[in-house]
């Protein structure tokens, strides 16, 4: 596909400059001419190096780690962009921070996804175009239009054809009740059956497995979930199935690999014999294991920006 490039700029952030590139590839453009520095202070600045006005722009950024200065680091490019007189600014995140704290779950707690919501919109974004929200319920934090992405067909295509024939010995997993929809319509894409976890969250990032719900005796395992944090979740979850459900072995796929704290460790310790990751999240090469596969979500996103580009519906990509 290539666009016209008086009409359209792809702008890359620092966090997913690889992805940028790629969607920019996949609609026949070039990145758009930017620079981000960061003064001796730790203030960010950031320089647009080509006119931008009138133009339908698109900063890609995920608000990984360092979450803070990737998020500061977008609203600061969204108001170059605005102050430059830009057409339309769209903001694509691939991974959304901050999305798990979308509620109040104790007495005065923050809803930090709405304050983010908040600023990303004060900041002068016209726009979002995000992948697998945490809740679906953030696109109403927004008072802008919100494109969510869905990863799981990307996912779904790699255990096809990984699968091949032999669907019946498979049986996909939720890693937990809240995952319970997400791995049932894995499960529908696939052609397979499903079982579930039932654990008890005993304070945050530490989970308990209780039982199992489902028959995965004899079964290869697919472990479904939207995102692996410190992955405490996922192990638990692989751990029990093989010796509570009589599982063969353990595939796990997620949309967002975030792999914070003790995450590497647990996952090279784990019976996971290959973790399925899209790149939303880049992986740093000192944490790269053998057992990871990482798949591409540029040419997702270039249709999806192709279709905001010529005002036509995202939701067939989704299907």
Known sequence: MNLNGKDIKIFAGSSNKDVAQGI??????????????TFSDGEIAVSLNESVRGKDC??????????????MEMLIMIDALKRSSAGR??????????????RKAKPRDPISA????DIITAAGADRILTMDLHANQIQGFFNIPVDHLIGAPI????????????ADEYVVVSPDLGSIKRARSFASKIGCGIAIIDKRRQKANVSEVMSIIGDAKGKRVILVDDMIDTAGTLCNAAEAIIEKGGAVDVTACATHGVLSGPAIERIEKSPIKELVLLDTVPVPDEKMLDKFTMLPVAPVFAEAIERIYADKPISPINA
Do not use: H, W
């Open 24 to 37: 920019a590839g996949c609609l026949g453009l070039s990145l758009g001419k930017s620079n981000c520095c």
């Open 58 to 71: 698109f900063i890609v950024q995920s608000t990984c780690t360092p979450v803070n200065d990737n998020l």
């Open 89 to 102: 600014i769209t903001a694509v995140m691939p991974y959304f921070g901050y999305a798990r704290q979308d």
């Open 114 to 117: 709405k304050l983010c919501a």
């Open 155 to 166: 996912l779904a295509n790699y255990m096809k054809e990984k699968m091949g024939t032999k």
